[in-house]
């Protein structure tokens, strides 16, 4: 039964998320507390629910702001491919895309990196000090940087997909991007 401990933690952790995402400020923080959670299972495996909850609630003040800059990041994508879509012809389409995936780009792999540095920061750090730990996250991993919002884009499924995104969806994609970001020795400190 030891082998079931793993994907019901996911399965917890993941169900403890989605209660908080659909309050907007709760993203960013459901997003830190699953990736605290799952990051760290032997700790807090058999308690990934009320775990990831309780984080979640505690981490509302902090990551709220960022829960906000997440959600305008997603309007202004959506608004701008509906905008593209709707009023732009040809090589002007291309061009004006051309123009916004950079910084669309830096704004998703700078979310990501700040998702990681507040789970490995714990939850009584400032919000300074994970901005500053995200900021020195990208400069000090450029490439993997660079390459986040590509995974993000490939764990898309997960979260796009309903049965995926109920069972493990919410809980697997921070879970392998906190790996992809350190790999070798866990959440850095």
């Given at each position: ?8 933690a ?42 990831t ?21 997603i ?58 730990a ?56």
């Amino acid at each position: 039964m030891r082998f079931l401990a793993m994907p019901a933690a996911f399965f917890a952790a993941n169900w403890a998320a989605l209660l908080m995402i659909p309050t907007v400020l709760g993203t960013v923080p459901a997003l830190v507390a699953t990736t605290r959670t799952t990051t760290d299972l032997p700790e807090h495996g058999d308690r990934a629910f009320c775990e990831t909850l309780t984080a979640s609630v505690r981490l509302l003040r902090r990551d709220g702001p960022a829960s906000l800059v997440l959600w305008a990041v997603i309007i202004l994508l959506a608004g701008d491919i509906a905008i593209l879509t709707l009023l732009v012809e040809g090589g002007t389409r291309v061009l004006l895309v051309g123009m916004a995936l950079p910084p669309l780009w830096v704004a998703v792999s700078v979310l990501s990196a700040y998702v990681v540095a507040a789970a490995s920061q714990g939850i009584d750090a400032g919000r300074r000090d994970v901005v500053r730990a995200a900021i020195t996250l990208v400069l000090r991993r450029p490439g993997r940087a660079l390459l986040a919002p590509a995974m993000i884009v490939a764990l898309a499924p997960l979260w796009l997909l309903a049965p995926l995104t109920i069972a493990i969806g919410v809980s697997l994609p921070p879970h392998v991007l906190a790996r992809f970001w350190t790999p070798s020795k866990g959440l850095p400190a």
